[in-house]
């Protein structure tokens, strides 16, 4: 059994936090440090058009002398964005990520923001699969 991101999306929820294209990166930081997250899916107009992560502040702004709070966040955001659907299967995030070498994932279904998958949602599924493969193992062996 296989879990899809639907699947992870109906546990954890849909909820993502985000921030405007012209907030600046240190507003970006404080919702950040405020919600526990690595990154923020960039949003105008509902629309998504980037993600802000740890990654961006520590190498478009403080390797490169910028100011967070004179910096708009789509200057340093990321645009070429890796996306999935609900339907897509954990083992093919995990394949997506380690390529890409990203951590988060945008959820979209029917061109609309679904939702966000990071790495730990990820590797959480795997290891609630194996668990159960190897409690399925353990009984089969046993009886």
Do not use: W
């Not at 507003?27 to 440090?33: K, S």
């Not at 980037?50 to 190498?59: K, L, M, N, P, V």
């Not at 200057?75 to 990203?102: K, N």
């Amino acid at each position: 059994m296989t879990a899809t991101v639907r699947q992870l999306l109906q546990v954890k929820g849909s909820r993502v936090f985000d921030i405007h294209p012209q907030a600046t990166v240190y507003e970006a930081l404080e919702r950040m440090a405020q919600h526990d997250v690595g990154a923020l899916l960039v949003l105008e107009e509902g629309q998504l058009v980037g993600i802000f992560s740890e990654r961006d502040y520590a190498r478009k702004i403080i390797l490169m002398g910028r100011a967070s709070r004179d910096t708009p966040v789509h200057e340093v955001m990321t645009t070429d964005l890796v996306t999935v659907s609900p339907e897509a299967t954990v083992g093919e995030c995990m394949a997506l990520m380690t390529q890409h070498r990203i951590r988060h994932l945008p959820v979209m279904e029917g061109g609309r923001l679904a939702g966000v998958i990071s790495i730990g949602d990820v590797v959480k599924a795997i290891m609630t699969e194996q668990e159960f493969l190897i409690a399925q193992l353990q009984q089969y062996i046993n009886s």
